[in-house]
């Protein structure tokens, strides 16, 4: 045998055994999904902010980043919880000025500030008083005897704080700060930035029924996301309508589970800026779409107080902003009203006669 036919017999030997290993390669990878990703799906839940957080994602690296979720909000929860004695806000509500510290006071007193504003007050931080005072804060729902709701209103108005991108000053002093009807919304956005500068581009946030949603889901297709029935006795699975969630931020609010009857009348947890008291409109329910989920929040909350057709109003006028509505119609029955540019993305679960 001469030396080109052995060197042809080694290389052919070499090629066979070469495709034989790639063979055995590709016969032990995962199989793709209908995406065209491998099966990288990871579930993370946990609790936070007095609620249970829960984050899907797709990962080709099969990160466990659920430490690293948890330690962020805990960083978060010391800036902006009341709950923490020692937090950012807690010390600026027993003083008259703070001075940053951590990266989160300033991004939800900006976003405030422009809700604020484009709402004519309806959505306003400083409401907290009112809101303790009616029952609705720590001590639980019961109604003081005693309300004094003309010198509340005197501490509400978020124009009444000034800040920059370093500190924030009360313009009065007994100025209390809650950011509680916004801070689920921005603790969502914060967990997505953290995935999205790891690398991860497919992922659904939620923390207490707020959510973000980028990319699509381990089937390849939009994340889908539900709006429960607005019913006092509802269960959280009974299903109004479906979302199909595409790279927004979607925030829901409510009166029909967190309120109290006093006197035969129901006293819902959503209290007016403008007025001191609860809310008496037929609006039970506001899901708000924006570009973030600390946006769509603060608008829902201010969807609540300001009653259906207004906020139908507010949604054509504030850009980039969808809406899906559900309201009593005075005769008993519900009603929803959905944004056209929300039309599209939303569905209704059959339901038994």
């Not at 809310?279 to 201010?302: F, I, N, R």
Request: overall charge negative; hydrophobic content about 35%; aromatic content about 10%.
């Amino acid at each position: 045998m001469n030396k080109n036919a052995l060197k042809n017999i080694i290389y052919s030997i070499v090629l066979l055994l070469v495709m034989f290993l790639v063979y055995l390669y590709r016969q032990n990878q995962p199989l793709p999904t209908k995406s065209g990703n491998t099966d990288t799906k990871t579930v993370l839940s946990g609790t936070t902010m007095g609620t249970s957080y829960r984050i899907v994602y797709l990962d080709e690296q099969r990160r466990d980043l659920q430490d690293g979720i948890d330690s962020l909000l805990n960083v978060f929860n010391q800036s902006l919880s009341t709950y923490i004695p020692d937090s950012e806000i807690s010390r600026f509500n027993r003083s008259d000025t703070l001075v940053f510290e951590l990266p989160y006071f300033y991004p939800v007193l900006s976003v405030s500030k422009e809700v604020f504003e484009a709402t004519d007050g309806a959505f306003d931080p400083t409401v907290g008083p009112l809101v303790n005072t009616w029952g609705f804060g720590p001590e639980g729902a019961e109604r003081k005897d005693s309300l004094g709701i003309q010198q509340l209103l005197q501490r509400v108005g978020f124009d009444k704080v000034q800040f920059d991108q370093h500190a924030v000053v009360k313009l009065q002093s007994d100025l209390y700060l809650d950011f509680s009807a916004i801070a689920k919304g921005y603790g969502v956005d914060v967990v997505a930035q953290y995935l999205s500068e790891r690398g991860i581009a497919h992922y659904l946030v939620e923390i207490g029924g707020e959510l973000v949603a980028k990319g699509t889901n381990d089937a390849g297709e939009i994340w889908k996301v539900g709006i429960t029935q607005p019913d006092e006795e509802g269960q959280a699975n009974e299903l109004y309508s479906i979302v199909a969630l595409d790279n927004k931020g979607m925030a829901t609010s409510g009166n029909y589970r967190n309120f109290y009857e006093q006197d035969g009348q129901k006293l819902s947890h959503t209290i007016s800026p403008f007025t001191g008291y609860p809310v008496v409109h037929g609006l039970l329910s506001a899901t708000v779409l924006a570009d973030d989920c600390m946006t769509a929040d603060a608008y829902a909350t201010a969807m609540m107080v300001v009653g259906t057709e207004a906020s139908i109003a507010l949604q054509q006028k504030v850009p980039g902003l969808e809406i899906f509505l559900i309201y009593n119609d005075g005769e008993g029955k519900l009603q929803s009203y959905a944004s056209e540019g929300l039309k599209p993305y939303l569905s209704f679960p059959q339901r038994n006669p």
